[in-house]
């Protein structure tokens, strides 16, 4: 069977956050030092389409709590060629604030969810603090408007959605995140989004404490590995170093490509 055509993968920093290493990890120790932590948009192009993962937060709620924007993410996927009013196709791999927001920035897309992460995002769980304070109510609402209006596209569990390119259930961080895995031409990369937030949480085993389900995010960190090529396809969703780590596109600062190889 012929191989896919490859996609150019896109991660575009819109925010960053200095904090604790201790918050990044779930039972973190309060005597290490920072660790900042840095918000993404993706863009999966291909030849004859582009792919978004997940929105980012609008620019209201990242100053709200308090994170320090670098460019909008709509801004910063225009900046790398991608016309947001001709975006078909949205990927969400879970609807926290910072990865759902711009819902309205999209006219003529359809999103991408699972089941169970609407499922989650408007049921009995939303009642408990520790699980809604991370979900923006406006977001949520709004993609329930994309869902009556035909926009939504519901996925239940593993999902090829394009040649190249597919959906992964794991849970843990939420009841329905998902990881997205692209064919490039280095190879399977798996965009883990917040399946893994750092390189450290899966290469440590040190979940994150934003977590629905302990088991199953760890369970995850060895689901990405089978899915990717290697531990070097695979990309955190809020690792810093991931800008370090990539070749950037010149003259866009905070800007990188996956689908090249990473530096020694």
Same mark, same amino acid.
């Given at each position: 069977?012929?191989?896919?055509?490859?996609?150019?993968?896109?991660?575009?920093?819109?925010?960053?956050?200095?904090?604790?290493?201790?918050?990044?990890?779930?039972?973190?120790?309060?005597?290490?030092?920072?660790?900042?932590?840095?918000?993404? &948009?993706?863009?999966?192009?291909?030849?004859?389409?582009?792919?978004?993962?997940?929105?980012?937060?609008?620019?209201?709620?990242?100053?709200?709590?308090?994170?320090?924007?670098?460019?909008?993410?709509v801004d910063g996927l225009k900046a790398v060629g991608v016309d947001i009013g001709r975006v078909e196709d949205v990927i969400i791999t879970h609807m926290h604030w910072d990865?759902?927001?711009? $819902?309205?920035?999209?006219?003529?897309?359809?999103?991408?969810?699972?089941?169970?992460?609407?499922?989650?995002?408007?049921?009995?769980?939303?009642?408990?603090?520790?699980?809604?304070?991370? $979900?923006?109510?406006?977001?949520?609402?709004?993609?329930?408007?994309?869902?009556?209006?035909?926009?939504?596209?519901?996925?239940?569990?593993?999902?090829?959605?394009?040649?190249?390119?597919?959906?992964?259930?794991?849970?843990?961080?939420?009841?329905?995140?998902?990881? &997205?895995?692209?064919?490039?031409?280095?190879?399977?990369?798996?965009?883990?989004?917040?399946?893994?937030?750092?390189?450290?949480?899966?290469?440590?085993?040190?979940?994150?404490?934003? &977590?629905?389900?302990?088991?199953?995010?760890?369970?995850?960190?060895?689901?990405?590995?089978?899915?990717?090529?290697s531990e070097r396809h695979i990309v955190p969703g809020h690792d810093p170093l991931v800008l370090e780590r990539y070749p950037a596109v010149e003259k866009l600062e905070g800007? &990188?490509?996956?689908?090249?190889?990473?530096?020694?």
């Open positions: 069977m012929a191989e896919p055509t490859p996609f150019e993968i896109y991660a575009i920093q819109y925010a960053h956050y200095h904090r604790r290493a201790s918050l990044n990890f779930l039972g973190g120790d309060p005597h290490e030092g920072l660790m900042p932590i840095t918000y993404y &948009v993706w863009a999966v192009v291909g030849r004859n389409k582009t792919w978004i993962v997940d929105t980012g937060g609008d620019v209201p709620g990242i100053q709200r709590r308090g994170r320090n924007l670098t460019r909008a993410p990865h759902a927001g711009n $819902y309205d920035q999209f006219p003529n897309a359809r999103y991408f969810i699972q089941d169970r992460e609407m499922n989650y995002a408007t049921g009995r769980h939303m009642c408990q603090r520790p699980f809604h304070e991370a $979900y923006d109510v406006e977001h949520v609402v709004g993609l329930v408007r994309k869902l009556y209006a035909g926009r939504v596209r519901f996925v239940d569990g593993d999902e090829e959605l394009a040649p190249g390119l597919s959906v992964h259930h794991v849970g843990g961080h939420t009841m329905g995140m998902q990881m &997205v895995r692209v064919w490039t031409r280095r190879g399977w990369v798996v965009l883990a989004s917040d399946a893994a937030h750092f390189y450290a949480n899966r290469e440590q085993v040190r979940p994150f404490p934003t &977590v629905f389900h302990v088991g199953d995010m760890v369970q995850a960190y060895g689901r990405m590995l089978r899915l990717a090529d800007v &990188v490509r996956l689908d090249l190889d990473p530096k020694a």
